[in-house]
């Protein structure tokens, strides 16, 4: 802690900002707030499952933001672990300004730390913005309701015993299964015809977009939810604003902290309406399906513990619970999503699936952090079953710049991309943006006067890896891993704690990789990666290849 002693002895006064992203964070509070978000996790996870068990048999409950344990959604989580580095600086009798957006953070450390702390209040978000949230998301899922029950013919079932596959829609599912990739082809080959996909979509803008998903889905395996539910369904979903102040307004403490009044106003905000939405209508497509007397055999769930996924399986646990419902995470590990690994109040209240199947042996364990009881067992990797069909290795790409889809992150990666192209004038590098977030969405003016040294790629991650010899990458993005599995050489600016805590985790071999805390490094590890003439063997532990047996828990 000698920086924090050299403030101290300057008196010198940090300011942090704590409504920004944590990678413009003063480094002295990176360091201790880094060390609370990974600390605090076990204790979080069973303080929230304290709370929840006073509504363990409610679905308003289970799809708040405060019980979704997702970083990403809620920042309840961000805030406790603001409160314990506060504390930290508290004892050390470090003054720091504290930027915020929320009156009830102010009281809170007002009271708590007696007006040690100098604390500035900002507007962060407006009435207006959070109405616009709910009323876009409810104009949506009219808009979904009314078109499909509208102008979509309703598929007649005969067959009993379905199997009834979750999955989302995107562009790409125009021309097949995105989430689930190469299952459509084995159902052709193998004829089966009671398995049905039923897509959930995401609130997009463009409704053009959406007709053309729905009407590639129609003629397709594909059932929608929309056919089933009634209106009075849509109603019960855009009225969940209404019924969270059944909630109280008081909570456990976490430790020695009253967060009540940031729990109630989170429970009580617009933020993801739309998946409130969502899960609401998967909680009562169940029920309707069972006074349909449709016949379900096995539900499988892409599971995330997102709450559009507790909707969906609290749902079928209740109103099918002779059914195999099974949990399919064909995606790799990210230790920053609390919320897929379960917790054991998630386990008893039957909001999750009652298997849940990892695709290789080596997130087993790693998913029990919070419940020991948990059935476990592993899958074929969808998704990443390119990786497995025979190719050479080439460096045609050296240098590939791989964008995780979060916003801040990405500009983060990209301005360092710009010192380097600064620093050095013989580098071009080839960027993947990630599929849910176009460069068109970030400015990135700063860098065209660099544009002539740099290819935006469309080719899919495989091919990109393939002739890869250096990857960049942070965050929770496959390409990470991905880019380990096919021998490139990984450098990973550490821009959040699970950068480097997720590659210690997996035990991935320390020549396969460097982790670079400030851009000057970043730029010096370039050069020595570029001059060396490494040459790593694939490695395929993180995915499960796909068999005759295993491809069976789809059906």
Known sequence: MGSALQITSTSQI???????????????????????????????????????????????WWISLPASRNPYVSEIYHLVC???????????????????????????????????????????????????TAFNAILFNFFLFFFIKLFIKKKVIMTKNLVLIDTFAFKSSIKSERLYKGLEKFIRIKKINYLFFIPSFLIEKNIIKIIQIINAFKKRNYLFKEHYLKFS??????????????????????????????????????????????????????????????????????????????????????????????????????????????????????????????????????????????HIKTAPALYFQNFFKTFKKTNKIKILLILSGIVSLDLKLLKWLSFLFEKKNNFNVVIKSHPLLSLNKININFLKKFENRISISDNSMSELLKSTKISISSGPTSGTIESIAYGCYLISPVLEPYDAINLKILKIPKNCYKLVYDKIDFVKQIDLALKKNNKFKRKNNFFLKTNKDNINIFF
């Open 14 to 60: 940090i300011e942090w900002d704590t409504t920004k992203d944590q990678v413009e964070y003063p480094s002295e509070i990176n360091k201790i707030y880094n060390e609370e978000i990974l600390n605090n996790r076990s204790n979080f996870t069973k303080w929230i499952d304290k709370i929840s068990k006073n509504f363990n048999n409610d679905i308003d």
């Open 82 to 132: 603001v409160l314990k580095t506060l504390k930290f600086f508290y004892k050390k009798k470090i003054k720091i300004k504290i930027i915020t957006g929320s009156t009830e953070l102010k009281k809170i450390l007002e009271y708590k730390f007696k007006d040690f702390f100098k604390i500035k209040l900002i507007n962060k978000k407006s009435f207006l913005i959070n109405f616009k």
């Open 233 to 374: 369904d849509l109603f019960y979903a855009i009225f969940y604003f209404k019924r969270v102040k059944k909630f109280p307004s008081k909570f456990y403490p976490f430790e020695n902290f009253d967060i009540s009044s940031l729990i109630y106003k989170e429970i009580r905000s617009n933020d993801d309406y739309s998946s409130k939405i969502t899960a609401l209508l998967n909680y009562r497509f169940s029920l309707r399906l069972k006074q349909n007397k449709i016949q379900i055999k096995k539900v499988v769930n892409w599971f995330e513990n997102q709450i559009v996924d507790k909707g969906f399986n609290f749902g079928f646990r209740k109103n099918y619970p002779r059914s195999e419902i099974i949990g399919y995470q064909g995606f790799l590990f990210y230790g920053q999503y609390q919320n897929t690994f379960p917790s054991q109040e998630e386990f008893k209240s039957n909001v999750i699936p009652k298997k849940i199947y990892v695709i290789s042996k080596k997130y087993v364990k790693l998913k029990r952090e919070f419940c020991s009881k948990l």
